[in-house]
């Protein structure tokens, strides 16, 4: 069974720091695209991040550029989303996705991604 399920989101105010995780079971996140996208009220779900299956090495949109991290820890078989310098045009509900897709790079397409979590709500307000 292939399962990703997210956590860590909250609220924090502007300019802190939040950490998403993504844990995955059923499959490994080293033999994996995992993605991050977001929902922000009223708007349609966008790419915020994703890394390789193969290297991790990772993407990001440009809205996050600079200052969210994405990582995995093989020994938990999860991603994390470092978000740094949190601003309110970052309140969304984020989504962890997985794509069975050996390759060194990943694609911020939602439409290429398999498996997706239930999300976490992330609230950045004063």
């Known amino acids: 069974q292939v399962q990703v399920v997210e956590s860590g989101g909250g609220l924090v105010q502007p300019g802190n720091s939040l950490t998403l995780s993504c844990v995955a079971s059923?499959?490994?996140?080293?033999?994996?695209?995992i993605g991050w996208f977001r929902q922000a009220p009223g708007k349609e779900r966008e790419a915020v991040s994703c890394i390789s299956s193969r290297g991790g090495n990772p993407s990001y949109a440009d809205s996050v550029k600079g200052r969210f991290t994405v990582s995995r820890d093989s020994a938990k078989n999860t991603v994390n989303l470092q978000m740094n310098g949190l601003q309110p045009e970052d309140t969304a509900v984020y989504y962890c996705a997985a794509e069975n897709y050996w390759w060194t790079a990943c694609d911020l397409v939602e439409n290429e991604y398999d498996y997706w979590g239930q999300g976490t709500r992330v609230t950045v307000s004063s």
């Open positions: 059923g499959f490994l996140v080293d033999r994996y695209a």
